[in-house]
């Protein structure tokens, strides 16, 4: 059994389980759909498939099966008499929220375990069996089984700006709504050491700007909205706030 976290990328909120790593199961879907006509699907007694069309993308899907239990330490949240205290967020990701347009969406989280699994998502589905009982009838175990689809960047890429990146700035932090700042939890790099005694490598400044612009560049955006010297040595506290790209100056 394995530790692994989830990361709620809105509040950088930690939730932690145990994860059997037997349990994990991924699917790829090819970005192909079956061709249609006016009237309808294509048909016809020669056809030995039916033909198909290549829409691009896909989809990938991580199945995941985890345990939850009271007595596991690990997590801020106080689950000492309900193991609902500790899946419940995990459950609430799978319920539409109204984003800042008033449109209904998913809330984003990341899969972080180990070196080799750091994927953003949404969960699309959620079952949970629960076992020992208090003698009031709250569970203190749940086995939970969550589905995890793999998704891009939830801001526009930086491509989509037609100056160069040199020519932004940061805004003023007392300009922009705290509602509207994406607070980011740094995590240990794809080469973090575990080894006991050692401290991970972190995230560098310039794989956020990556992640959240589309542009490494705008790593000096960052840098000066967070108060921040060295791109490549974030120093605590573990989180980066993250402005909207609408709100970047332009220079």
Same mark, same amino acid.
């Given at each position: 059994m394995e530790r692994v976290a989830f990361l709620l990328e809105e509040t950088g909120q930690r939730l932690s389980a145990l994860l059997n790593p037997e349990s994990v199961v991924v699917r790829r879907a090819a970005g192909v759909r079956a061709r249609r006509s =006016? $009237?309808?699907r294509l048909t016809g007694n020669g056809l030995a498939d039916d033909p198909l069309l290549f829409t691009g993308g896909g989809r990938t899907e991580i199945e995941l099966d985890l345990l939850f239990d009271t007595e596991l330490g690990g997590s801020t949240v106080d689950a000492t008499t309900d193991v609902q205290n500790l899946t419940r967020p995990l459950w609430e990701l799978a319920e539409n929220? =109204? $984003?800042p347009d008033g449109a209904a969406r998913l809330r984003t989280v990341r899969l972080v375990w180990g070196k080799a699994w750091n994927v953003q998502g949404i969960v699309t589905a959620v079952a949970e069996r629960f076992e020992r009982f208090d003698p009031s009838g709250s569970p203190q175990r749940s086995?939970?089984?969550l589905r995890l689809l793999r998704t $891009?960047?939830?801001i526009a890429p930086q491509a989509a700006i037609a100056q160069p990146a040199a020519n932004f700035a940061a805004p003023p932090a007392d300009e922009v709504p705290e509602d509207q700042v994406v607070?980011?939890?740094v995590v240990a790099g794809p080469t973090g050491s575990e080894r006991e005694g050692e401290v991970p490598d972190r995230q560098r400044l310039d794989a956020i700007a990556t992640q959240y612009y589309g542009e490494p560049s705008l790593w000096r955006v960052l840098a000066a909205f967070n108060g921040?010297?060295?791109p490549t040595r974030l120093p605590p506290p573990d989180t980066v706030r993250i402005p909207p790209l609408a709100t970047l100056r332009r220079l």
């Open positions: =006016a $009237g309808g929220v =109204a $984003g086995w939970l089984r $891009g960047t939830r607070i980011h939890q921040i010297s060295d």
